[in-house]
């Protein structure tokens, strides 16, 4: 089975700190994704990434970095952490591939909260 | 991506078949339907996809019209842990990015 594992599973943070949100997966997929998600407003993408040391901008990029230095492991940086970023946030990996990269595989989701 | 349509809530009796229908009159010929669940304070989970044919694997099958207007997800026989959200999603093989709508919340009672 697929693992995606996020490294915490609740979180909380000041606002204006730094956050990492980690997350690892087993299965040597090439793409991986971060959403968050809020009542009422679904799943949205924040970033993803194809491949190690690649990224692209989801729909809701801002205030946030990631980082995929190993094919493993991609990260999701909050620069400066402000109380609208409270949130679930979900890290998800796939397979490459026209029809693969839509059956993704989801971590178990990590709660952030900004005071 | 197709828009889709699904009851806000169902009730399901534990052992019982639950059927979940989503509506995708919009749906292109290219595109997918996935579905997906999201059990209570975790990530989602895939289920199963299908483009024409009727699908079944060992967590669900998946019915689809002729038309590809609608598809119903079949769990044959629902247990407690399947009560979750319940997610339709059309889309064509594009991209990454899922849009998971409301949902269908399925309650699994004793």
């Known amino acids: 089975d697929v693992k995606v594992t996020q490294s915490s599973r609740y979180l909380v943070k000041r606002t204006g700190e730094k956050v990492f949100l980690e997350c690892v997966q087993d299965?040597?997929?090439?793409?991986m994704f971060w959403y968050r998600q809020d009542p009422g407003l679904g799943l949205r993408l924040i970033y993803f990434?194809?491949?190690?040391?690649?990224?692209e901008k989801g729909d809701i990029p801002e205030g946030y970095s990631v980082s995929r230095e190993k094919k493993e492991r991609f990260s999701l940086i909050l620069e400066s952490a402000s109380t609208n970023q409270t949130s679930m946030y979900l890290c998800?990996?796939?397979?490459?591939?026209?029809?693969?990269?839509?059956?993704?595989?989801f971590g178990a989701g990590t709660r952030l909260s900004v005071l | 991506d197709a828009k889709t349509t699904q009851p806000t809530s169902m009730d399901c009796a534990e052992g019982r078949a639950a059927n979940l229908p989503c509506n995708h009159s919009?749906?292109?010929?290219?595109?997918?339907v996935y579905w997906y669940r999201q059990i209570h304070s975790q990530g989602p989970q895939y289920i199963i996809h299908?483009?024409?044919n009727n699908e079944t694997n060992e967590m669900a099958s998946l019915i689809i019209t002729e038309d590809r207007k609608s598809s119903t997800l079949i769990l044959p026989h629902a247990t407690l842990r399947d009560t979750a959200v319940y997610y339709c999603?059309?889309?064509?093989?594009?991209?990454?990015?899922?849009?998971f709508g409301q949902g269908t919340e399925l309650s699994v009672k004793p």
């Open positions: 999603i059309s889309k064509e093989d594009q991209g990454g990015k899922l849009i």
């Open positions: 299965m040597d997929h090439e793409n």
């Open positions: 299908g483009l024409k």
């Open positions: 919009t749906i292109s010929g290219n595109e997918y």
């Open positions: 990434s194809y491949d190690v040391k690649m990224k």
């Open positions: 998800a990996s796939s397979l490459p591939g026209q029809l693969a990269k839509n059956i993704q595989y």
